[in-house]
């Protein structure tokens, strides 16, 4: 018999509660990793997030917003910007979502075996690869 380990959206959402900013992230993540989380795909569109544990585990959150319309074409030094300040705690992760959605962003795959959070365009293309910053 395989045991799996399994979490649940409200343990997430209280992993969540703690983030005030973007210089909260690593922490979230680690929390994230103790739950189960492999992978999460985070829709800028309306914030809702698709999330990955092992052994084929799968839940997704409902929206979070109402929807947002995400440029068509995506900016990358637009990002590069929205990240710098969101990272420094200047923005709330709503108004990164808004920032995010100018700059292109459709969705974030946050990957806690690789440690890495990849931002993605319309077309699907990488538009920047980060590398998250242990505890």
């Known amino acids: 018999m395989t045991i799996t380990k399994t979490f649940t ?3 997430i959402q209280a992993a969540h509660s703690k983030v005030k ?5 690593p922490h979230y993540v680690q929390e ?3 739950l189960g989380l492999i992978s999460y795909d985070h829709f800028v569109c309306d914030g809702h997030t698709a999330y990955a544990g092992e052994y084929n585990y ?3 959150s409902d929206a979070k917003y109402p929807v947002m319309e995400v440029a068509g074409k995506g900016d990358i030094e637009k990002l590069q910007h929205s990240l710098k300040t969101h990272q ?3 923005t709330t992760y709503l108004e990164f979502c808004r ?3 100018e700059a292109g962003v459709e969705k974030w795959t946050v990957d806690m075996q690789g440690m890495t959070c990849i931002y993605y365009d319309k077309a699907g ?3 920047i690869t980060e590398k998250i910053p242990q505890v």
């Open 9 to 11: 959206i409200g343990q």
């Open 88 to 90: 420094a705690g200047q």
């Open 125 to 127: 293309s990488r538009m």
């Open 21 to 25: 900013s973007g210089a909260d992230f």
């Open 99 to 101: 920032q995010a959605a």
């Open 32 to 34: 994230l990793i103790q």
């Open 58 to 60: 799968h839940i997704q």
